[in-house]
């Protein structure tokens, strides 16, 4: 059976762009026989939607998880580089969603559009719901792109923006983890490889700076999208007590992370409250069911997560690499 927009599960909430969602005629239908029959039809609809949610499939756990991704986009998962969050491996490429505290909301955000290179295409497995809440909202960038003040985009547009990373011991995530080794002249040349300045501090830590685009083109359908992490990343999107925390340790261009305007200069909070506001208008959620299965657009559709009580338990994957 295939379910349109207009007949989606209950749990659905918001004003954006409902997903594509598709389910079996018999609960618990193996899933991958399932990707390879109407694979084609698949694409297209993650295209239209930017997200996709497969339920009430036999998935076969974190295995059967693995094979999603390969029967879907034809290759194994890719392995987490230049991390900017804690999580932890399950099996493989497969990882736990980002392990933050379940009192805490993830803003919405389009993975690693930060780096050079990025997946094209996520993956979110359902092994456990949460008790209350802990959806993972969407937002279609499209409808974001539209929403913010042309005066605001012209000014990402000609200056791009920019990411400063300060790994200093103690706070977030180590150097180590970041970039999967302990050898500096490795960092050193993975950093020129993909355009970050990377510079050692006095104290042993490291900071890195790269300048990137707020506007890409999707690379099939041409449409223009707001993909980057400037508002991720901003200082003002920290919960106030964090972000006044961090402040009275750190000045802004030492934070863990913040962002700016490309040429360096500071991004006023106003626009960042602006440019929140767009994704919220944009965003839609649903209740998690176990099994489960979400498949994203990451150049289409942001991601995000709400505070849960409960065991929640999600499995991740990235896959088909692309870049600027």
């Known amino acids: 059976m295939t379910i349109t927009s207009e007949e989606v599960p209950a749990g659905w909430a918001g004003s954006g762009t409902v997903p594509g969602v598709r389910r079996p005629d018999a609960p618990g239908t193996g899933i991958h026989g399932y990707i390879a029959e109407h694979r084609a039809e698949l694409r297209e609809l993650l295209a239209a939607r930017g997200a996709l949610l497969l339920r009430g499939f036999g998935v076969g756990g974190v295995d059967g998880f693995d094979g999603v991704v390969r029967a879907y986009s034809g290759t194994p998962p890719l392995a987490y580089a230049e991390r900017s969050s804690p999580r932890s491996t399950i099996k493989g490429q497969v990882y736990t969603s980002t392990d933050y505290p379940q009192n805490e909301e993830i803003f919405l955000h389009n993975e690693n559009s930060y780096q050079a290179v990025w997946p094209r295409t996520l993956y979110f497995y359902c092994v456990e719901p949460p008790a209350t809440r802990g959806a993972t909202p969407l937002a279609d960038i499209r409808q974001v792109l539209g929403a913010i003040d042309p005066q605001v985009r012209e000014e990402f547009e000609r200056r791009g923006w920019q990411v400063v990373r300060n790994f200093h011991a103690g706070f977030g995530v180590p150097w180590q983890e970041a970039f999967n080794t302990s050898d500096k002249d490795a960092v050193v040349a993975y950093c020129k490889e993909r355009r970050i300045e990377a510079e050692w501090r006095p104290d042993g830590g490291l900071r890195t700076t790269a300048v990137r685009q707020a506007v890409h083109r999707h690379p099939v ?28 340790i750190f000045a802004d261009e030492d934070l863990p992370t913040n962002t700016f305007y490309g040429d360096g200069a500071a991004i006023p909070d106003e626009v960042t409250d602006h440019l929140r506001a767009t994704y919220r208008s944009a965003a839609v959620r649903f209740d998690w069911q176990r099994d489960d299965v979400l498949v994203v657009d990451n150049m289409l559709a942001a991601h995000a997560r709400e505070p849960y009580t409960g065991p929640r338990r999600i499995a991740v994957a990235m896959a088909e690499p692309s870049e600027a």
């Open 221 to 248: 359908s041409g449409e223009e999208v707001w993909f980057n992490h400037a508002t991720f990343f901003h200082v003002s999107t920290l919960a106030p007590e964090v972000g006044a925390g961090l402040r009275a």
